[in-house]
């Protein structure tokens, strides 16, 4: 049973720093693209970042360039965000998510992936 599970998620003042952790179960997480997406009340979920199975390409929205850093440690079957300089409208439940989107605008679409996480809650005041 495939599993993706974040955590690190908390309460932060604005101008803070968070890590997010999402480990998995894929049997074969190389061969997969892992992504953060978030979620904030009344809102659609929306692309985050992204990674392909060697780290070596990365993906970020606009809203959280050279703000967030993604990574990943194929032997820990683990993929991270670091959060920093967060603000307020970074306030969502951010998921985790596998898939193997093909290259381009389709890594940022939630419905090419196939596995999601439960979420947590990252929650920044002002």
């Known amino acids: 049973q495939v599993q993706l599970v974040e955590s690190g998620g908390e309460l932060v003042q604005a101008g803070g720093s968070l890590r997010l952790s999402c480990a998995a179960s894929?049997?074969?997480?190389?061969?997969?693209?892992m992504a953060w997406f978030r979620q904030a009340p009344g809102k659609e979920r929306e692309f985050v970042a992204g990674?392909?199975?060697?780290?070596?390409?990365?993906r970020y929205a606009d809203s959280v360039k050279g703000r967030f850093t993604i990574s990943r440690d194929n032997a820990k079957n683990t993929v991270y965000l670091q959060m920093n300089s967060l603000k307020p409208e970074d306030t969502a439940v951010y998921y985790c998510a596998a898939g193997a989107p093909p290259p381009g605008t389709a890594q940022v679409m939630a419905q090419k992936y196939n596995y999601w996480g439960q979420g947590t809650q990252v929650t920044v005041s002002s």
């Open positions: 894929l049997r074969t997480f190389i061969n997969y693209y």
């Open positions: 990674i392909r199975w060697s780290g070596g390409s990365t």
